[in-house]
């Protein structure tokens, strides 16, 4: 009984994680194949989805402020912000599902990271090196 | 009220209620998901007595295990959505003594799922659907998002 129960689990997990994992690397085929990414002057780009019903994207803002702070002080990055609520067209091409959402692309505009929900400086800046931007 | 959120604590807090419900479901064990129930409901009615926060609080922090992640955000929609959740684990309680365990199960199958989504995909149902009823002048719904 408790064998079978564990291989139940184990299954879900395995395909709850397979799905997630699976959904995300579609939706960033998805958008490598159809967006025309925004112009970051040939820098890797950060774009930060937001709205003003978000209650954590004044966090998010602030993270984002701190991650670009270190970085973008030297013109490495460019950060574009989206309001959902003002540009809700846009929110949908970019297929965002949850607010705050940011995506990292690289200087040749492929996207390389979604991040869904809000992301700790920590896990951005980790993104940025390994497009070859911060320590 | 400080409207102030430790994202570790709710994190720590959603990853026990992942942990036992599974264990629940794994040893087949009614009353484990009781207390999970129980634990829930209690910490949503005096927040102080949130035993997994507490857990955060007096063990995992203070030994450096979990890091605290303050973030200006309302308390109100997680307590929200962790009643909801502890209100539908002692529905799956009921129905599991009454020997329904199909639906019982499915029960904790839904609160295991919408806290895994909330833990690793940062969207928190339960909050989404308070900010939708205090969009709709519900009352008791008092807080709006930060801006």
Known sequence: MIWERLLIILILGLVGTGAYTAVKQRHVRRLNRQITPPSGGGRPTLLYFRSETCAVCPTQAHYLAQVMGDEAGNGRVTLHTINVDHEPDRAKQYGVMTLPTTMLLDSAGQVREINYGLTPPHKLQQQLNTIGIGA | ?147
């Open chain 2, 1 to 147: 009220m400080d409207r102030k959120v430790d994202q570790s604590a709710l994190r720590v807090n959603q990853a026990f209620i992942i942990g036992l419900l599974l264990l629940a479901y794994a040893l087949d064990s009614v009353w484990l998901a009781a207390f999970v129930g129980v634990v829930m409901l209690l910490g949503t009615a005096v927040p102080g007595l949130s035993l997994f926060k507490r857990i955060y609080q007096h063990v995992l922090k203070p030994a450096s295990l979990v890091k605290p992640q303050v973030i200006t955000d309302n308390p109100e929609p997680h307590r929200f959505a962790q009643g909801f959740g502890g209100v539908v684990v002692a529905m799956a309680v009921i129905a599991l003594l009454a020997g329904q365990s199909v639906i019982g199960w499915a029960l904790v199958g839904l609160v295991i799922v919408l806290a895994a989504l909330n833990l690793f995909v940062g969207f928190c149902a339960g909050c989404f659907v308070y900010y939708q009823l205090n969009r709709l002048g519900v009352p008791g719904f008092a807080r709006s998002p930060i801006r």
